[in-house]
């Protein structure tokens, strides 16, 4: 089964980004901040929101404003996505809270220490009332949440996901200079879509996440590399949805 | 679609390995006691449901090693490429708690990805491998995932695998929530005032039938349908009109090709806080109408395990549709006023049909399951 991607968002160390009007790169580099003005008219929770989450939510905003698609989007959407630290660095703060005592320990914070933090804010402002999960990655940027969300397409689980990763590093954890930020696909079930310019299409060959190129069946091996080859794919024929701007959320 | 049969099923729960939990079960008996992993003094409960037996082989690392060690302690017959899909909220958060105090500890053990690694190399398992975070029904989707793979066409097999770990970090995170029961909880009761932290770890492996008998393998139940769904509500409380619930529960009635009628009982997440289980009820009379499909919950006596709870619970499914008893509702006194003809204090038979056992947890996440005994065909009827 053939699926299409009809958005791409992300959020990298060079800002906000969405289909082709923009150049994609993720680099170690530390991520700008994201305000709630360049992203939602009205989000009453926004500032208290932590940076794992606001980076995730940036890059679903992003793909679904590159998709044309406003919530609530119903029970025919859900959400997959892969991570490899998590909301690891939101752990370190809230038990640096807790370790002054119970009686100090963050509500706040603990609230956000699950990694399905992303989950409840993009479902909350989109109307995502489909499966929804995570799945942890030891390597950030991978294809895992793709695969994910293609098979629950492919088993009639859904009619359009959001498909993608989520990384913010915890400072002095790891060595190693992972890159942070977010990067986001909508995949939409050729049905739903119905001509719609999509970027391209997906497809499982086995377990592995396939690009349908018109010309050769490529596998993909992680989501940076997919998102700049659906950028260089020639556009299909038909117009896309109008885009919409800044989206209030609930 | 293919049909799904459980092949085997474990679980390590603070009343011991899965057979001795189930007896425990069905015999009263709680796992619930004043906490010593830790100091809980200032938070608002000094109890939970801990493993016994648990301890630290090596300095540095996650009691869940301890705790692989009591769930894996006879490998289950697998092929090498079996696929593994493990489940958990917090892994080794225990080491990140040492690292933060001490500045010791192994990280890889902090990474949720570590109870798949570990999993992986101590079966020696070489195929796809996911971890599933899905909050407090983390486990119940992997089973979900696991079940589509196989009933359609994408493997003959799957390994689930959950735990989670009763931490300070978590037990001091819910006490500042005012989530927890400053007593055992007492789920579906009219006077329950919160959870009660458990932790365990089980394994299941799922299989398609064909495959399982043409192998031999014991059939202790079918996995008949499955659901996820959001409430896209709030991102810590339960919908109150139990809408993602429903939906899960209606998904898995849509995939087992049933109705509600065929429902026999109901294994609910049932975690004593005033808003999980006011939402449960309604979304079971959602579905059900007002016909008294038989409730239990199991964390009063068991704690709630987290992650791991979906799996520990989906384990003991088995072993009621084999002994086809409901245990008690431990901790339950006088039962909430919309839960009075459901939910029960004492074992009762399991009627004929389906057993649906549902989860929940943070983030509008909900899943259903729903298992029929081996011999039972769609519809309910043997």
Redesign the interface.
């Known amino acids: 089964m053939s699926v299409l991607v009809t958005g791409i968002g992300w959020l990298t160390s060079a800002g906000l980004g969405q289909g082709r009007k923009d150049s994609f790169a993720l680099t170690g580099n530390a991520l700008p901040e994201v305000r709630r003005q360049d992203l939602f008219a009205e989000h009453p929770?926004f500032g208290r929101l932590d940076a794992y989450c606001k980076t995730g939510l940036a890059g679903v905003v992003m793909a679904l404003r590159d998709a044309g698609l406003d919530g609530?989007l119903g029970?025919t959407a859900?959400?997959a996505a892969t991570?490899?630290a998590?909301c690891?660095r939101t752990?370190?703060d809230?038990?640096?809270t807790?370790?002054q005592?119970?009686?100090l320990?963050?509500?706040n914070l603990?609230?956000f220490?699950?990694?399905?933090?992303i989950?409840?804010?993009a479902?909350?402002c989109?109307?995502?009332?489909?499966?929804?999960?995570?799945?942890?990655?030891?390597q950030p940027f991978g294809l895992?949440g793709v695969r994910?969300a293609l098979?629950a397409l492919?088993?009639g689980?859904a009619e359009i996901m959001l498909a993608g990763a989520c990384d913010v590093s915890a400072p002095n954890?790891?060595c190693s200079q992972d890159p942070s930020g977010s990067v986001f696909l909508v995949l939409e079930s050729e049905r739903r879509v119905q001509g719609r310019q999509a970027y391209g299409c997906l497809a499982l060959d086995?377990?592995t996440v396939v690009l349908d190129a018109k010309s050769s069946d490529e596998r993909q091996s992680s989501l940076p590399d997919l998102v700049l080859k659906l950028q260089n794919l020639p556009t299909a024929n038909a117009p896309r949805r109008k885009p919409v701007g800044s989206t209030p959320c609930a | 679609m293919r049909t799904v049969a459980v092949v085997e099923a474990r679980a390590v729960t603070a009343l011991g390995d899965l057979d001795a939990t189930w007896r425990g079960l069905l015999a009263g008996r709680t796992g619930i006691a004043p906490v010593t992993r830790f100091d809980?003094?200032?938070?608002i409960s000094r109890w939970a449901a801990c493993v016994p037996g648990l301890e630290r082989k090596s300095s540095g690392r996650s009691l869940l090693m301890s705790m692989l060690d009591q769930l894996l302690d006879a490998s289950p017959i697998l092929s090498a490429d079996t696929p593994l899909l493990a489940a958990t909220?917090?892994a080794g958060?225990d080491v990140?708690?040492s690292i933060?105090?001490h500045g010791r500890g192994s990280?890889e053990d902090?990474?949720?990805?570590f109870l798949?690694?570990e999993t992986c190399r101590r079966l020696d398992l070489c195929g796809?491998r996911?971890?599933?975070?899905?909050?407090c029904a983390s486990a119940t989707?992997a089973l979900a995932?696991a079940a589509?793979?196989i009933a359609?066409g994408?493997a003959e097999s799957v390994l689930v695998v959950c735990a989670d770990l009763v931490s300070?970090?978590v037990f001091?995170?819910?006490?500042?929530?005012?989530a927890l029961s400053p007593e055992p909880a007492k789920p579906f009761d009219a006077r329950r005032d919160g959870l009660t932290l458990g932790e365990g770890a089980a394994l299941m492996l799922l299989m398609a039938e064909k495959r399982a008998q043409t192998e031999e393998r014991p059939i202790l139940a079918r996995l008949t349908g499955w659901g996820?769904?959001?409430?896209?509500?709030?991102?810590?409380a339960p919908a109150r009109n139990g809408?993602?619930l429903i939906?899960a529960i209606n998904?898995s009635l849509t995939v087992a090709g049933t109705r509600p009628d065929d429902v026999a009982a109901i294994c609910a997440h049932g975690t004593g806080t005033v808003y999980n289980d006011a939402m449960e009820l309604t979304a079971f009379r959602g579905v059900f109408g007002e016909r008294q499909v038989p409730v239990n919950g199991v964390k009063g006596a068991l704690g709630h395990a987290m992650g791991a709870s979906g799996g520990i619970e989906a384990a003991l499914c088995c072993c009621m549709l084999a002994d086809g008893m409901l245990p008690p509702t431990i901790g339950l006194s006088e039962p909430d006023p919309a839960g009075v003809g459901l939910v029960r204090n004492e074992p009762i038979p399991l009627p004929e049909g389906l057993l649906l056992s549902t989860n929940s947890?943070?983030?509008?996440?909900n899943a259903a399951l729903l298992f029929s005994k081996p011999e039972q065909t769609a519809g309910g009827a043997a």
């Open positions: 929770r609530p029970e859900g959400f991570t490899s998590g690891l752990d370190l809230y038990f640096a807790a370790m005592g119970p009686a320990a963050s509500p603990f609230a220490t699950l990694p399905t933090s989950v409840a804010e479902a909350i989109f109307g995502l009332r489909g499966p929804t999960c995570v799945l942890h990655e030891p895992t994910a098979e492919e088993f689980e954890w790891s086995e377990d | 809980a003094t200032g938070c909220t917090k958060i990140l708690e933060a105090r990280k902090v990474s949720p990805s798949a690694d796809r996911e971890t599933v975070s899905g909050a989707i995932r589509a793979l359609h994408k300070e970090f001091t995170g819910f006490s500042a929530l005012r996820v769904a959001n409430d896209a509500t709030h991102i810590t809408c993602g939906a998904r947890g943070f983030g509008g996440i």
